[in-house]
């Protein structure tokens, strides 16, 4: 299984960035082809200290593949596209297969 993990900067307006997200972003998201399964949560550290990443995102896809051509579809790219309406500070994304 191949994963894309999406690490949000914490927002300047975090209920905004919890709603928007909740009710718009996820529905495009998970229109995106070959998206096996996704997940998303608001870390904690263990030490009790703030996290370096406000959110985290994991979608799973088959491949490596098959990750970029879900991403370079319509879907992929209008998911994309939204991520300016509730993160504004941007995302940093990551993706690696796992064993």
């Given at each position: 299984m191949h994963k894309m993990i999406v690490l949000y900067p914490k927002p300047?307006?975090?209920?905004?960035?919890?709603k928007?997200?909740?009710?718009?972003?996820?529905?495009?998201?998970?229109k995106i082809p070959g998206v096996k399964s996704y997940s998303y949560g608001y870390p904690?550290?263990?030490?009790?200290?703030?996290?370096?990443h406000?959110?985290?995102f994991i979608a799973e896809f088959d491949s490596?593949?098959?990750m970029q051509a879900g991403m370079g579809s319509a879907e992929g790219k209008a998911a994309v596209a939204d991520i300016p309406n509730y993160s504004?500070?941007?995302v940093t994304v990551v993706?690696?297969?796992s064993e």
């Open positions: 300047d307006d975090p209920e905004h960035f919890k928007y997200y909740r009710d718009t972003h996820i529905s495009l998201a998970k904690a550290t263990l030490d009790g200290k703030d996290p370096p406000f959110c985290m490596p593949a098959a504004p500070k941007g993706h690696m297969h």
